[in-house]
């Protein structure tokens, strides 16, 4: 056993001169002899120690990927395209205090989160919603450019993100020209996120770390000391960094980056900017998607000149109809676009396009393709009509402002769309509901409402082309299981106008759907998040017979959104909390966490249903609104005596 972890640290070090700093101190030879000493080791002895590099070579493939929660939430990042945009997010930084800044670039991949239990490696993640991903560890065990084994003994998760390099994309597709891989994001995904291991080794991506998104310590002072951790822990890291007190020097660094991202070797869209303090990091906190204190700058998009040959209307699921030109084939960002959106109907004539004429194509962001206007000089063409009548049921056509909606809520686009996005993952998260599979349910069995989808059976898909026992199989199960989610997601889940992941968060804090369904005009317009026309919206949506009649028909059917159970006997047990103002002694991430982990539930605003507020210092309008509804305020001093800290 000795032997064996001996020659884990030699080879683990000679791997990390390799793969993390590009400087090998042994020719290969000398590595693939230590490396078969060990093997054989591990054949004589059956065992294998979690820090062996023989755990990297990939397994036999899967049958599918298990879901995890990601210990502290994986959230995306907001962006701005513009300086003035950028600008904006300094102004709102700085009224937090003189921070510092950080400046990284940022790659086009996909994320992955990693775990540490007690200095190893356990397992790894794609980012999925953010809340829960996907379990790819036999696939990241492919990857040399992380430690199996660290110093940390805590429990810890690092964010990075997997990238094919442009040279290694050039040299597979060589390779593999019966298989070419079209670009290094899609090639970066499609290896991770494959069901054999072996292919994912194939591929040779590598995994770029910039992150660390739980420590079981506390999180660390600064941005700049978390990398410092991860190049220490013999984490591969860009060797780009720069620390910046101004917005000059930011921007200074965003135009380097913008220069040299074309002549580096992988694929990167943009820039990364954060706050550097941890301090102000939890003074500003979190929306729903974004953190408050890091920003994306996105570079301009690849633009090129092609011709529109014809606009077709897409029905959404509120029976809004967008335009949709079919073009002529032109290649953007490593990717051939075919088709491009416009936001309505005033849209496409303002940008003078006619089937046709000419325009100017960007891929905005390097992901959504849209038309940014005719080319110059474009001459003829044929104009496009709006449309008196709906496109797909034939139905009249409403104009309301600058967009056309579609009258029959019965139209078919329009219930696909609905189905749809209650199936996807942020809401009742169906697993394999595709808005495919959902078309044909729709169109062959008769699926209209939600609570159809609870009735399916094994017979209800015999006879449809593509369907096989598995497929169904986990279909049923996954519909099963979302009979059992979160109040907030349900909620968002069944499209109330105006309600999205926010706000239903805010309103799942009443506990249940009857209840929201009791509130009045006044109580939701006291949310922080529901303005009069969101009110309006909900209080019509709960008027509706037909709604109404739906909701009894989910309930019939089994499906009980559940409000996270409070710890009783905790030191906020019954307790609804409203945090306001800046902590000194934890961030406000990390007080809610503490106060629900105590049987508490903290709510985003102050209204009739809170009984608590804790007042940091600065503390503005929560504690105002608070005083005049003589809702109890403490300080952070009864915080910590509750929670024993004091």
Not at 152 to 176: D, F, P, Q
Not at 275 to 293: A, C, H, L, Q, S
Not at 439 to 452: A, I, T
Request: hydrophobic share 35%; with cysteine; glycine share 8%.
């Amino acid at each position: 056993m000795e032997r064996m972890q001996e020659l884990c640290e030699i080879l683990n070090r000679w791997a990390y001169e390799y793969y993390v700093l590009d400087d090998p101190s042994v020719p290969d030879r000398e590595y693939d002899k230590l490396y078969d000493e060990l093997r054989e080791l591990e054949r004589e002895t059956g065992v294998v120690l979690p820090e062996s590099p023989t755990r990297r070579v990939g397994g036999e493939p899967i049958k599918g990927f298990a879901r995890h929660t990601h210990i502290s939430r994986l959230y995306s990042l907001d962006k701005a395209v513009t300086e003035d945009e950028l600008s904006a997010f300094f102004t709102r930084v700085e009224k937090h205090g003189s921070p510092t800044y950080t400046v990284e670039y940022k790659f086009d991949g996909l994320t992955v989160c990693l775990t540490y239990e007690d200095g190893n490696f356990v397992r790894a993640t794609t980012r999925g919603n953010g809340v829960e991903g996907e379990d790819v560890t036999a696939q990241v065990l492919t990857v040399k450019s992380f430690p199996l084994k660290i110093s940390y003994r805590g429990t810890l998760e690092v964010r990075g993100e997997a990238v094919i390099r442009l040279s290694v994309l050039e040299k597979y597709n060589r390779e593999h020209p019966e298989e070419p891989l079209k670009n290094a994001r899609n090639a970066a995904a499609g290896a991770i996120r494959n069901l054999d291991p072996k292919v994912t080794a194939a591929r040779n991506p590598e995994i770029l770390f910039y992150d660390i998104n739980y420590m079981s310590e506390g999180p660390v002072p600064s941005q700049e000391e978390g990398m410092a951790f991860l190049r220490r822990e013999g984490f591969k890291t860009y060797p780009y960094f720069k620390l910046c007190g101004t917005f000059d020097e930011v921007m200074a660094a965003i135009d380097e980056i913008e220069i040299e991202r074309k002549r580096i070797d992988v694929l990167t869209d943009g820039a990364v900017v954060k706050v550097n303090e941890e301090r102000i990091r939890g003074e500003m906190g979190y929306t729903d998607k974004f953190p408050r204190w890091a920003i994306a700058f996105k570079f301009e998009a690849e633009e090129a000149e092609t011709t529109v040959r014809r606009i077709l209307w897409q029905v959404g699921r509120t029976g809004k109809l967008t335009p949709l030109a079919e073009v002529d084939p032109v290649e953007l960002a490593g990717a051939t676009v075919r088709r491009a959106t416009l936001n309505n109907f005033g849209d496409l004539t303002r940008k003078r396009v006619k089937v046709g004429s000419g325009v100017l194509i960007r891929r905005s962001n390097e992901v959504i393709p849209e038309i940014l206007g005719a080319v110059s000089g474009t001459e003829g063409g044929e104009p496009v009509e709006k449309p008196a009548f709906c496109p797909a049921c034939g139905s009249p056509v409403a104009e309301v402002g600058a967009n056309l909606f579609c009258t029959n809520e019965k139209c078919p686009p329009r219930i696909v769309q609905k189905l749809t996005h209650y199936c996807s993952k942020n809401a009742m998260d169906v697993e394999g509901m595709s808005e495919q599979t959902i078309g044909l349910l729709c169109s062959k069995r008769g699926v209209e409402r939600f609570s159809d989808l609870y009735r399916l059976t094994e017979e209800s898909f015999a006879g449809l082309e593509g369907f096989k026992e598995k497929k169904i199989s986990n279909l049923l199960s996954a519909i099963e299981k979302s009979k059992h989610v979160p109040l907030e997601r349900f909620l968002y889940a069944i499209g109330i106008g105006g309600i999205g992941r926010v706000a239903a968060r805010d309103l799942a804090e009443f506990g249940s759907v009857e209840a929201i369904s009791a509130l009045t005009f006044e109580d939701l317009v006291a949310l922080e998040n529901v303005g009069e026309i969101t009110a309006n919206a909900i209080l019509g949506y709960f008027a509706d017979e037909e709604n109404r009649a739906e909701l009894a028909r989910l309930k019939e059917a089994g499906v009980t959104p559940f409000v996270k159970e409070r710890k009783a006997g905790g030191a906020f047990f019954g307790e609804t909390v409203v945090l306001t103002g800046t902590l000194s002694s934890m961030s406000r991430p990390e007080a809610q966490r503490l106060i629900e982990e105590a049987g508490g539930l903290c709510a985003s605003s102050v209204s009739g249903k809170v009984t608590l507020v804790i007042a940091g210092e600065k503390a503005g309008s929560k504690l105002d609104k608070a005083q005049k509804l003589g809702i109890p305020v403490v300080g952070e001093e009864e915080l910590l005596r509750r929670l024993g800290r004091k």
